[in-house]
Nanobody, 113 residues
Framework: QVRLVESGGGLAQPGDSMRLSCAAS????????MAWFRQAPGKEREFVAA????????YYTNSVRGRFTISRDNAKNMVLLQMNSLKPEDTAVYYC??????WGQGTQVTVSS
């Protein structure tokens, strides 16, 4: 059974940093791309960042480029999202996805002063 579990969310102040983790289990995802999406209250889920299975190519939505960094640890079947210089508009539930086929349950990130 495939399972993705996000962790690391919480409350932060503007300008803070936070790291999200997503642990995948149930099978090896070494050949899958991995991604983070987010959904703010009243809005549709949106793409945040992704990287290829080799980790050699990364993609970011414009609003987070230069502030967020996605990475993966294939040995641990994990994908990470380092978020720096957080802004109130980053407030959302963050979801990890493997190959756009498997999804986690989400972790809440709230940025507020």
């Amino acid at each position: 059974q495939v399972r993705l579990v996000e962790s690391g969310g919480g409350l932060a102040q503007p300008g803070d940093s936070m790291r999200l983790s997503c642990a995948a289990s149930g099978q090896s995802f070494i050949t899958y791309s991995m991604a983070w999406f987010r959904q703010a209250p009243g809005k549709e889920r949106e793409f945040v960042a992704a990287l290829t299975w080799t980790g050699g190519t990364t993609y970011y939505t414009n609003s987070v480029r230069g502030r967020f960094t996605i990475s993966r640890d294939n040995a641990k079947n994990m994908v990470l999202l380092q978020m720096n210089s957080l802004k109130p508009e980053d407030t959302a539930v963050y979801y990890c996805s493997v190959g756009l086929q498997f999804w986690g349950q989400g972790t809440q990130v709230t940025v507020s002063s």
